[in-house]
């Protein structure tokens, strides 16, 4: 007889227009019985250890299905990306106690009959498991595909990040210095800024809450001007950047969670400057550049051994957790990547 | 004894914040010697023929000094791209009765001190001279360097062109279908958009101004949507642009005529469709791209030799008609490109 066991998931209530609110979803206990999928289903049943929260999941609260993603559907569990440990399997790839990380649901036990996106981790010590949803997962292949691939950085270049302490925000600007470039960040806390100047190494980095002009921020820390914006909040952030960036500026539009939220975003009014100045400004998904993902998990798994690195993570405990840990990326309440720890390994 | 002549010259009467108007200029009359240039100055005097009304003299009429071109000196004669014919010079490339093309002043004759920049014209009897400020000048190598250069176009892609029926507009339109594009115009009166379609060869055109929903005309005409905007217009028909752009389209901002007379600009409020569609929107001035200018000089006199491009001009008599002729252009009054006829060759 298979082990039956009460499960907690963390269900999504229904389609949202504002800023997520932990009422929008809910905890939810159900049986199961964790019997091994059938055969010649291909699935495995996992159970998840750790999960991300990452800030394109609130695009997935929106009743809109045009996008590169597909919405939650309303009454089931949430997904996102997950640390799990296999424990029955009818797929040859993989056997009980392996470590996968790819889209899982916000559960302790996930049935995953879609496993060609998964990815098998080879465990070590020197490397902590949830680090594969974070520095070597999607958030990390972000910052590498979008600096090394979207940004054209050179050596001694002038870089500024906002959301620099954050999942993606932190290894761009870690990237950067590794380059030789001139690295300041932005950030939504006094701790923060202490982090990305003390434990991150980047030159500099301000509070931009505390500036009343975004404008005369930026120029006071880049008084030649900036190379390269890595954007991950878009907004008045976005605006006043167009304002300080140098003849043949490249800008990465990697995210814009300042207006995620807002049903009619900002309007940006200094796009003049991309002809003056001869700006790219480029969006990207990582996804388009999964090809170099093998490159990546070598790389910045030696800088990270090699202790060139750093990683913060935010770590939740318990899938309790999730939805407050969720709505807190909305509000910078995460100090670096935010994961919840669902299970001990 | 030299030759004394009263000339007519349009000088430039103070910085505006506004849409030029007509009595931001002023004719003068002045005498003047027709000597030939002081000894050792290297210097030409010519006799301008045709001047050129470009928008991007707007952006001189600020008292901005920060931009890649300085502003105009208030009491002096306006200066622009025109076809001269030297009288007198002092300068060993250049003897009288040559044409050149390149900066000189809006008077009947000037003294060139610069002679760097100037293109020495080989008369061609297939080729009237006035091209020498649009086909083949600075708005036509605009459309061959933004469209070649900045668009990445590829046989059956979908091209946007705003302003199409312009000086830089019909050119980017007859390069893209040469290239097999398919090729929408958008311009601001019927007959225009007739241009556009019956003479020009694009394969649709529409009157901007009779569109109530900019988004909804777009999505009319590109059902499955956008590869290339050729933007020289900015604002509103950006922003409708940019909902419907296809998946890794590009979009090169080469003006924004529709802005540039506005002390603030309107917002642009569509940018997140850069990162979901992964496009790439590239500010470009045409100046970076001069190494190309003997190929695009080749090319583009060989289409138009051998029938494959046509070109529109608007052409103004006297050079009493240049301030109306360039307040004009941001009222849409130009059809194709707009010169001044200063003197016959
Ligand atoms: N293009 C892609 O393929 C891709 C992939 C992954 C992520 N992204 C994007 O990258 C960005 C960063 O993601 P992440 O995972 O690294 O998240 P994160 O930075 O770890 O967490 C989100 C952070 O955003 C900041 N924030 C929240 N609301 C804000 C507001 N109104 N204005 C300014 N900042 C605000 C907060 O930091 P502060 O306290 O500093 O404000 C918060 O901690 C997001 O925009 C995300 O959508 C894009
Ligand atoms: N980046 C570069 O290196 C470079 C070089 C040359 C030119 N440019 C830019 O390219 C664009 C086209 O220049 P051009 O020489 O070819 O000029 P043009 O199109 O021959 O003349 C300007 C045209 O702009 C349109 N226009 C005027 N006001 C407008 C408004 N409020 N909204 C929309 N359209 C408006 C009018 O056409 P409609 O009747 O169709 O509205 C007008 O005929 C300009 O923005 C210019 O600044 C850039």
Redesign the interface.
Known sequence: MAEEVVQNKVTFKGYIDDIPKETDMELKLSNLELNPPPQGSAAILVKNLYLSCDPYMRGRMRDFHG??IPPFVPGQALEGFGVSKVIHSDNPNYKPGDFITGFTGWEEYSLIKRTEQLRKIQPDDRIPLSFHVGLLGMPGFTAYAGFFEVCSPSKGEYVFVSAASGAVGQLVGQLAKLHGCYVVGSAGSKEKVDLLKNKLGFDEAFNYKEELDLNAALQRYFPHGIDIYFDNV?GDM?DAALLNMRIHGRIA????VS?QSLS??????????????????????QS?YLNLYPRFLEDVSNYYKQGKIVYIEDMNEGLESAPAAFVGLFHGKNVGKQVIRVAHE
């Open positions: 996008s590169y878009g976005l539009v990697c995210g814009m207006q009619k975003p900002l309007g940006i009014y200094n796009l003049f400057n991309l002809i003056s100045r001869r700006i790219r400004m480029q969006g990207f998904l388009d």
